[in-house]
């Protein structure tokens, strides 16, 4: 590469982080005047800083966060007769061999100059496609594509693919060696990394795909799946934000060490308000991070839970057995079952769920007591008359007696409290499951203080939705809100135009700042503590491993059912997990989704992806086939343990070997349950506090993992601890093993025993 190319891109990147650089202190300076405002006790004015300091603080945590690796491409397209730029590129290049073309670089997000023409354009933007779809054979009007490699704010390297050969007759230089390769090389770090510098065209065109609908991206191990998902989340926001920006976008993984893994990318693309949870973690107060056994994971995500879970919130609403004798105020009243009867089918007449249909249930319940008590009273001789039975209501509701036969009769719910109360009491579970086997009953059976698991957060979510919020007192003072929300909507389509912030904030947005007792939690935070909160979209990584009741609970979570799914059916290890999407998405999409298949694998060598596809041949597993890009400079390495005694130190070894190859890398050694705690722990005494388990071990060097853990990670090298026991420890261990093998960018040892 010639000095003077290398100096160019550099001084135009530096030019872009000194516009960068501009807006942040723009930013910081708006965000320190609105702070020091002095609104006194005029609440709308106080409302309207309150609101523009957190719309300078979101845009200052944007601009943060898109700092590294600013700019990573940019696309030398011959302009149309006239030499218009149908893109408001940049005007840097004076060069009279690009006179008829116009640069456009491609970088994290857009930025324009004070003429509000374009200096950068968000990877996102329409006119950036070509960056990631263009080839020799349709090169859509692009003369040549540069990619530039870039450490924090420093340019390091070019690289160049001309589709021009005009270019390269007229002199043009061609630099570097390939950004993709230099990525799929480079070691890995504990976390994923975007890959918005080297999308390739088949993953371009399912992230930049219609929103409509449930989008299925099926690809084998390495192909960029979570990749794929995670940058589409980033589009879809930036590409339909009015659509998405109240409701949000959830994406879904399989394990908190995911989660931890994928967490600084989207950030780094320039959003933020993305909500990241497992399904453990979608009951708000239940973070379960332990499933089931296999059998008791398949009958709890089953559908046949569905019914059992509406029969158990029904059978408590009870019609006594006999009539009921109660004491109010000394006055003994007989409540017969017919009146209790009458009052549950007032109450399930209004369809509502069982803890809001309560409050139908107790108001008919008590008109007609009040009447009863007052006859009763008449026939004694006293003196009432109709404005004398609000008192006497007031009397029935207060009674204890009365209180205990309501109660009795229809009792508010918890969902936490149904389930237990199904597990812990097997009569009551017989009740209810009149067609089960004892055998299939006792898989649900334990301890009422036991945790609760994975497997039971989606029928959590189920009893609430047929209970639902306990009943709060009646909300005299809505109408007179939604009057002040339209007023303070106009207020703040005043506070824009007067602050010259037109187009960076819409009003009803900063109007929600302007309440008497304003939420200041983002839409993220908002919905992760509202169970009924309803998102735009949902992203699902590792999707072949949800049950149907999983199934269920997400799309109740969006039921637009505008969703991406992604996955391997072949790297299934769920006991509950889908054979096939067409089995597992039918019964909530119906025919409403549509398939897109990766079919290169960027990730895993092909002499590990051969190896581990020999395993999938040979259990029948599923693939999808996909042509790995590079062959690696390592064979697969088998090392024998002799005995299971002897398994931690052999596999000590087999760490040591591998580190004295590259220790600047990471390595994941993946093995069954029953090995962690002794592996670990051997592995601790040898490398010290190189090693971490489970999710914390992504920040280490050395991370012991089981195969649930390791799905969707990749590390530099893996060795695979005992692949017999990884295969026997569940119903889909095969699967489990083709995870544990295909995680490697470079090295795997298989470490056997016996």
């Not at 109360?421 to 017989?430: F, H, I, T």
């Not at 990766?598 to 029948?620: D, F, H, K, S």
Request: aromatic fraction near 4%; hydrophobic fraction near 40%.
């Amino acid at each position: 590469m010639t000095q003077t190319e290398l100096d160019r891109e550099r001084a135009y990147t530096a030019a872009l982080y000194e516009r960068l650089d501009a807006l942040r202190a723009d930013a910081e300076t708006r965000l320190t005047q609105v702070r020091e405002q002095n609104p006194g006790s005029n609440h709308q004015l106080r409302s309207e800083r309150d609101a523009f300091a957190r719309l300078y603080e979101d845009r200052l945590v944007q601009l943060r966060e898109v700092d590294a690796r600013l700019v990573f491409g940019r696309l030398q397209v011959e302009l149309p007769e006239g030499g218009a730029s149908d893109a408001d590129g940049d005007d840097t290049d004076s060069d009279d061999s690009d006179a008829a073309d116009d640069l456009r670089y491609i970088g994290r997000i857009g930025l324009r100059d004070d003429e509000q023409r374009s200096l950068l354009l968000d990877w996102r933007a329409p006119q950036a496609s070509p960056f990631y779809q263009a080839t020799a054979a349709h090169p859509q009007e692009v003369r040549a594509r540069r990619h530039l490699t870039m450490r924090e704010r420093e340019v390091l390297r070019v690289d160049d693919e001309v589709f021009d050969d005009r270019l390269i007759e007229a002199g043009e230089q061609v630099h570097g060696e390939g950004a993709l390769m230099a990525a799929l090389t480079a070691q890995r770090t504990g976390h994923m990394h975007d890959i918005v510098a080297t999308i390739q065209a088949e993953q371009d065109r399912i992230i930049r795909s219609e929103l409509r609908g449930a989008l299925v991206v099926q690809g084998g191990p390495g192909t960029g799946k979570t990749a794929v998902a995670i940058h589409r989340a980033a589009y879809l926001l930036y590409s339909h934000r009015e659509q998405l920006r109240s409701s949000g976008v959830l994406i879904v993984g399989p394990s908190t060490a995911f989660l931890s893994y994928i967490d600084a990318v989207l950030p780094s693309l320039g959003e933020t308000g993305v909500v990241l949870s497992t399904v453990g973690g979608l009951f708000p107060g239940v973070a379960a991070s332990e499933d089931d056994e296999a059998q008791t994971a398949m009958l709890k995500g089953s559908l046949a839970m569905a019914p059992v879970i509406s029969r158990a919130v029904r059978s408590r609403q009870r019609v006594p057995a006999s009539p009921q004798t109660v004491d109010v105020n000394g006055e003994a009243l007989v409540i017969e079952p017919a009146l209790i009867a009458r009052a549950i089918g007032a109450a399930r007449e209004t369809r509502l769920p069982h803890n809001e249909a309560r409050v139908t249930f107790v108001q008919r319940a008590l008109s007609e007591l009040s009447r009863l008590l007052a006859e009763q009273l008449r026939a004694k001789g006293a003196a009432l008359d109709d404005s004398d039975l609000g008192a006497l209501r007031e009397d029935l509701r207060t009674a204890d007696d009365v209180k205990v036969v309501l109660n009795t009769a229809w009792l508010p719910l918890t969902a936490e409290k149904v389930l237990r109360d199904l597990y812990a009491r097997p009569e009551w579970l017989a009740e209810l499951t009149p067609g089960w086997s004892d055998e299939t009953r006792a898989l649900l059976a334990r301890d009422r203080t036991a945790a609760f698991t994975v497997s039971d957060v989606p029928l959590l979510d189920e009893a609430a939705e047929l209970l639902g919020e306990f009943p709060q007192q009646a909300d005299a003072g809505a109408g007179e809100r939604e009057r002040q929300r339209h007023r303070d909507i106009e207020n703040a389509e005043m506070a824009i135009q007067n602050m010259g912030v037109e187009g960076q904030v819409n009003a009803e947005q900063l109007a929600l700042g302007f309440a008497e007792s304003p939420d200041r939690s983002t839409t993220a935070e908002r919905a992760v503590a509202d169970r009924s909160w309803t998102y735009g979209h949902i992203v699902v990584d590792e999707a072949q491993e949800l049950s149907p009741m999983q199934w269920r609970l997400l799309v109740r979570r969006c039921p637009m059912r505008s969703f991406t799914i992604v996955g391997d059916i072949a790297q299934v290890g769920s006991a509950a997990g889908a054979s096939n999407w067409r089995s597992a998405l039918q019964p909530f999409f119906d025919t409403r989704w549509r398939l897109e298949e990766l079919t290169v694998n960027y990730r895993t060598p092909a002499q590990i992806a051969e190896e581990a596809e020999v395993l999938a041949r040979a259990n029948r597993l599923h693939i999808t086939p996909a042509q790995s890009v590079r062959r690696g400079d390592w064979p697969v390495r088998e090392v024998t343990a002799q005995s299971t005694a002897a398994l931690p130190a052999a596999v000590t070894d087999a760490v040591a070997a591998d580190r004295e190859i590259d220790a600047g890398g990471t390595l994941a050694v993946i093995c069954a349950l029953r090995h962690v705690d002794a592996v670990a722990a051997a592995l601790a005494s040898r490398f010290g506090a190189e090693v971490g388990r489970g999710g914390d071990g992504l920040t280490r060097a050395i991370a012991v993992l089981t195969a649930r853990e390791a799905k969707g990670l990749e590390f530099d090298a893996v060795v695979v601890v005992d692949p017999d026991a990884l295969v026997a420890e569940s119903p889909r261990g095969a699967g489990a093993l083709y995870v544990a093998m295909t995680r490697p960018t470079q090295r795997l040892t298989m470490l056997r025993v016996g």
